[in-house]
């Protein structure tokens, strides 16, 4: 039989509201979606077996797209200043025109790809979430970041999550109560997620992260935007917004990697929400990062807007022209030295990663709780020239919790749990700025790798534990005064700029920025948190 004509399953039409469907593929292998995939023409196959896509006008998450159904279990719950709402009537309209447009007999009726698959690595916290995607692709991707069951968890499976990702629907703002002919909505009561008018596949991902990100605060489990790994002294979590080296810096030979970008902590340790890796490979170094950039060459890893020569097949990622966000999306398989079982036992550190591109915060800084707390709500890095349109010059940008956009809840809520856990827990914490030294962007330097890696190496073996410590004039960070194979003049930035007075400016003006952005949280907050606010 043809792969591409699929099975019917006329029960799968009465359990999900769709009709006239063509073909259904349920649960393909990886081989068999890329196969599809190729058969279909929905991608290209680069040199090492890598599957080659583009996802056309969304590179990114579209963000201003997302909706969350207003209801008696969102009402006080969600964080509305920074979630747009639908009404629930809004909701059942899309979902039943997602229905009917994937019940459409145009060309012969639909194909549908299905997986069911799992959300958490922690038998007792896991979400069993059924995707329905129209590409072959979109099926493999996923398959890739979520956890896959075992044949008698699939045989009895029970979907408590489900996604409908219809790249070719389009929406209609005046009926749907959206904005734009791109809509992700959530219905956090009855656990559905609608994805149209985009084929960027993260979409997809985030959105279980999302839905757990709602649902496990109140079970005392803390969902965060981070990644994660193990040494000799225990598990490490590594928070950071795109760009800052959370994926890179985790994916650490001497260490073994739990996951690298979404992880749970409760009472039994922390876990990974995800079965796989979604890296940024825009420029990617094969002596820096060697174990991400092999997946570049591995089969079925699905790389999204990455330009490939048509002939030799050889891939450019330092080629940016479709966008910055090029991205790479493996099985944690693909990583040699990757934990499978997706859990660890309670973190000993948590790294906090900043790109700061005004080259003001030392390279690395030790918190207190207190500390820890304010700048998790903060979740600061800096945007420079060239990665989004219109940014000419670096700008601050504040995300709570390392990932603003996939909390729902108020950031304090996650804020005071992390803290509540960190001080059970005895967890130590730390501020690291891999971005600029010596000057701002366009002046001063990139923190270099090397100096970065020796400083958590460091930090995470416990040779800090006792070190001589300075207190940073302007921030009130703990910075060390001397670190084995890092030269002494990064630790101090004032001492890397040629313009002390500019440098004494622009650390006034950053500690600022961080002032005005954490007066939303002053009534939110314990005193002793406000108190470790920067000065100047």
């Not at 790109?355 to 207190?370: K, T």
């Not at 700025?433 to 400083?455: D, S």
């Amino acid at each position: 039989m043809n792969i591409l004509e699929g099975y019917r399953h006329d029960h799968l039409e009465e359990t999900t509201g769709f009709k006239n469907l063509k073909h259904v593929h349920i649960n393909n292998t990886a081989a068999e979606l890329f196969q599809m995939a190729i058969e279909l023409g929905e991608g290209e196959i680069a040199k090492g077996g890598a599957l080659v896509v583009q996802t056309g006008k969304h590179t990114g998450r579209s963000a201003s797209d997302k909706f969350i159904v207003r209801d008696a279990t969102t009402e006080d719950t969600v964080w509305w200043d920074a979630n747009k709402s639908m009404t629930p009537a809004q909701f059942d309209t899309l979902y039943q025109d997602f229905l009917n447009h994937g019940s459409s007999t145009e060309n012969g009726g639909k194909t549908l790809f299905i997986q069911d698959l799992f959300g958490g690595a922690d038998p007792q916290n896991t979400l069993p979430t059924r995707i329905f995607t129209e590409y072959a692709w979109h099926a493999l991707f996923i398959q890739h970041l979520l956890r896959q069951g075992t044949a008698e968890q699939l045989e009895n499976f029970e979907a408590e999550m489900t996604i409908i990702n219809l790249p070719s629907f389009v929406a209609d703002p005046e009926r749907h109560g959206c904005e734009t002919e791109t809509v992700i909505a959530c219905d956090f009561t009855r656990k559905i997620v609608l994805i149209g008018g985009t084929s960027y596949a993260g979409e997809t991902k985030k959105s279980v992260f999302s839905m757990l990100n709602f649902l496990l605060p109140a079970k005392g489990i803390m969902p965060m935007h981070c990644s994660a790994n193990i040494g000799d002294e225990g598990s490490a979590i590594f928070f950071g917004l795109s760009g800052t080296g959370k994926t890179t810096l985790s994916a650490n030979p001497d260490r073994i990697l739990v996951g690298d970008d979404e992880h749970g902590w409760s009472e039994n340790g922390i876990f990974n929400f995800e079965g796989g890796c979604y890296a940024k490979v825009i420029r990617l170094s094969e002596e820096a990062e060697p174990e991400i950039f092999a997946t570049t060459q591995a089969f079925a890893t699905v790389l999204e807007n990455v330009v490939m020569d048509p002939i030799t097949r050889e891939l450019d990622l330092d080629d940016g022209s479709l966008t910055e966000n090029t991205r790479s999306a493996y099985p944690l398989s693909a990583i040699p030295n990757a934990n499978e079982s997706g859990t660890a036992g309670m973190p000993k550190n948590i790294i906090m990663l900043t790109a700061d591109a005004f080259g003001v915060l030392p390279p690395l800084s030790r918190l207190s709780p207190e500390q820890a707390m304010y700048h998790f709500l903060s979740g600061y890095t800096a945007k420079v020239a060239g990665t989004e349109k219109g940014v000419t010059e670096p700008q601050a940008t504040f995300s709570a919790c390392f990932g603003a956009p996939f909390m729902s809840r108020h950031p304090s809520d996650y804020g005071n749990l992390l803290q509540k856990l960190i001080k059970q827990h005895d967890v130590k914490c730390w501020l690291v700025n891999t971005g600029w030294t010596g000057g701002a962007y366009g002046t001063g330097n990139r923190m270099p790798i090397k100096a970065t890696r020796a400083l958590l190496d460091a930090a995470l073996s416990g040779n800090l534990d006792d070190a001589d410590m300075r207190i940073d004039e302007n921030f009130g960070l703990e910075v060390p005064i001397q670190v084995d194979n890092v030269d002494a003049k990064l630790l101090t930035p004032r001492d890397t700029w040629a313009d002390k007075a500019a440098y004494d400016q622009q650390a006034k003006a950053l500690a600022k920025m961080f002032r005005d952005n954490f007066e939303k949280y002053q009534d939110r907050v314990s005193d002793a948190v406000l108190a470790v606010a920067p000065k100047g």
